[in-house]
C-alpha cells in the first residue's frame, strides 16, 4: 500500500475465484484470524455515494471486479477491500474522469512504480478538464453577477443604470453564452442512465 494515497499497489479487488466461492458474511476470513465486514450493496452505496444502479453497471462493464454473492440470499456483498476500491472510484468520477481512462487507472495501480508515469498522465489531463470547468464556472458566476446588478437597476427604475450594467458586461454574457454548450454530464449519471436502460432491455 501507498502509504501516503493509501492506494493498494496489488490487484484493485477480490480475484474471479474468490467471487465465485466466497465466504459466508461474518466469517472469519484470512489468516490473520481478522474478522471480515460485509456490506449490502445498500450499506456501499451509502458509504460511497455512487447509486446501486451505478455499482452494477460499473460491474458489469469491469470498473468493478466481480463482486462475492452472499451464499444463502445469492445478493452481492462488499468487504471492506470492495468499499476501499469504491471510494477511490467514487472520488475519480466525482473528478469528471471518463470511464476508459478510470478503467486504465485502476488496472495500473497494480503496476506499482512501472505506471507511475502513465498514472500521472491520466490525473494531470483530468487536471487540465477540471482547468477548464473551474475557468467556465468563473464566467458563468461572472455572469449571473451582471444579470443580479442588471435586476437590481431594473428593480430601481434605472434603465439608463440598467443598459449600462449590460454594456460593460457584454463581453461576460457573450462568453457566458459561448460556455452554455460546453456542459457536461457527470459519469455517475451517464453510468445510472445507461443502467437503468440495461435492466429495461
Known sequence: MD????????PAGRSQEDSLHPAPPGSVGGGGGSVTTWHTIREASVLTGLPESTLRYYESIGIIPPVARDPSSGHRSYDDQDIDLLMTISCLSATGMSLDDMREYLANRSQGPRKADRQIELLRAQGDRLDRQMELLRIRRAYVSVKIEYWSRVGGHDQAGAKEVLDQGADIIQAARRSAGARQVRPEKRARS????????
Do not use: L, N, S
Not at 502509504?3 to 496489488?10: C, D, K, P, Q, S
Not at 445507461?194 to 432491455?201: D, L, N, R, S
Open 3 to 10: 502509504v501516503i494515497t493509501g492506494e493498494e499497489y496489488g
Open 194 to 201: 445507461m443502467a437503468i436502460k440495461e435492466e429495461a432491455a
